[in-house]
């Protein structure tokens, strides 16, 4: 179904470290999204991308979080300094129309666990 | 703001029966997906819609824009069709937003 890669699939990191995780999305796709998804299966926006180019990112991951996705390389996003509420399955997806979203597609995720 | 209220948010069914989901929004959305999250905990797309109805197989899915509502019926349910099932609504400008997800389960 999906061809959007995500790795590790899973992090364990002590508070204070940096988590980074990445994400390959579908060829061809230029846009990119980041969300967390909680114990509760409720699915928060972080940030996301039309190529290179952030297009939307909420407070706490301007703040706390550095994402980027670079040219011929995967994207990523990273916690700066991990807190035990970061604790979440952090899904990348993309889709495959730049100017508006169509289908999204994503991938397995990276599920995080801070101690 | 942007709004997804999904139900029910459990379902139990035995083999061969049949029910509905539903996700009504609070605005107006260009379009709706919905996924199935499997036992392996990948998010498979059942269907992508920005109006009317598609049916694949045991699965049918309506979107409604104006009345802001989507279904996804299932009927004959397999054991395999048990997981989480989300609705996640387009609401423009490349916002996506999630439904709270429908825990299904089927049974013999």
């Known amino acids: 179904n999906s061809k959007v890669i995500q790795t590790p699939r899973y992090l364990v990191k002590g508070q204070g470290q940096k988590a980074k995780m990445r994400c390959i999305p579908e060829?061809?796709?230029?846009?990119v999204f980041w969300y967390q998804q909680n114990k509760n299966n409720e699915f928060k926006f972080l940030i996301n991308?039309?190529?290179?180019?952030?297009?939307?990112q909420i407070d706490m991951t301007e703040k706390r979080f550095s994402a980027e996705c670079p040219s011929n390389s995967p994207c990523s996003l990273e916690i700066q300094s991990s807190e035990a509420g970061d604790s979440a399955l952090y899904l990348c997806?993309?889709?495959?129309?730049?100017?508006?979203?169509?289908?999204?597609?994503f991938g397995k995720g990276t599920r995080l666990t801070v101690v | 703001g942007d709004q997804v209220e999904q139900s029910p948010s459990a379902l139990s069914l035995h083999e061969g029966t049949g029910s509905a989901l539903r996700c009504n929004f609070t605005?107006?959305?260009?379009?709706v997906q919905w996924f199935r999250k499997n036992s392996r905990g990948s998010l498979i797309n059942l269907f992508y819609?920005?109006?009317g109805t598609k049916e694949n197989g045991r699965l049918k899915s309506a979107f409604d824009s104006k009345e802001r509502y989507s279904t996804l019926h299932i009927r004959d349910a397999q054991l395999e069709d048990s997981g989480t099932y989300f609705c996640?609504?387009?609401?423009?400008?490349?916002?996506?937003?999630f439904g709270s997800g429908t825990r299904l389960l089927v049974s013999p």
């Open positions: 060829k061809g796709h230029p846009v």
């Open positions: 819609l920005a109006s």
């Open positions: 996640a609504a387009e609401a423009g400008g490349y916002k996506v937003v």
């Open positions: 605005t107006t959305m260009r379009a």
């Open positions: 997806a993309s889709s495959p129309t730049g100017g508006a979203v169509t289908e999204v597609f």
């Open positions: 991308f039309q190529n290179q180019e952030v297009l939307q």
